[in-house]
Nanobody, 127 residues
Framework: QVQLVESGGGLVQAGGSLRLSCAFYGRTFSSYAMGWFRQAPGKEREFVVGISWGGGGSTDYADSVKGRFTISRDNAKNTVYLQMNSLKPEDTARYYC???????????????????WGQGTQVTVSS
């Protein structure tokens, strides 16, 4: 069974940075596509960014975070990271890490495609 544990959330001023981490346990991390999603109060969960397994680590970003957020994975540490720069108040949400063994070489953007989810970490950006 896969377990995902997020960390790194917190309160930051607009324009600041945070780095989220998601530790992966239980299976072969390098064989899983990973994604970050977020959910703000009263809103649906939305795709933020994803990274493939294999295929050179392809990535895809939501338009709202392009140029500000960067996803990376360290297969030796079984961890995926989300570096968030130039944070805005509208980035305030609970951020979730997700994993799926599907779709070799492709970024998975649909929440329903992910089999495993972490508990989330709260990010709050003050204006």
């Amino acid at each position: 069974q896969v377990q995902l544990v997020e960390s790194g959330g917190g309160l930051v001023q607009a324009g600041g940075s945070l780095r989220l981490s998601c530790a992966f346990y239980g299976r072969t991390f390098s064989s899983y596509a990973m994604g970050w999603f977020r959910q703000a109060p009263g809103k649906e969960r939305e795709f933020v960014v994803g990274i493939s397994w294999g295929g050179g680590g392809s990535t895809d970003y939501a338009d709202s975070v392009k140029g500000r957020f960067t996803i990376s994975r360290d297969n030796a540490k079984n961890t995926v990271y989300l570096q968030m720069n130039s944070l805005k108040p509208e980035d305030t949400a609970r951020y979730y890490c997700a994993a799926t063994p599907k779709h070799f070489g492709a970024v998975v953007t649909g929440a329903s495609e992910y089999a495993y989810w972490g508990q989330g970490t709260q990010v709050t950006v003050s204006s």
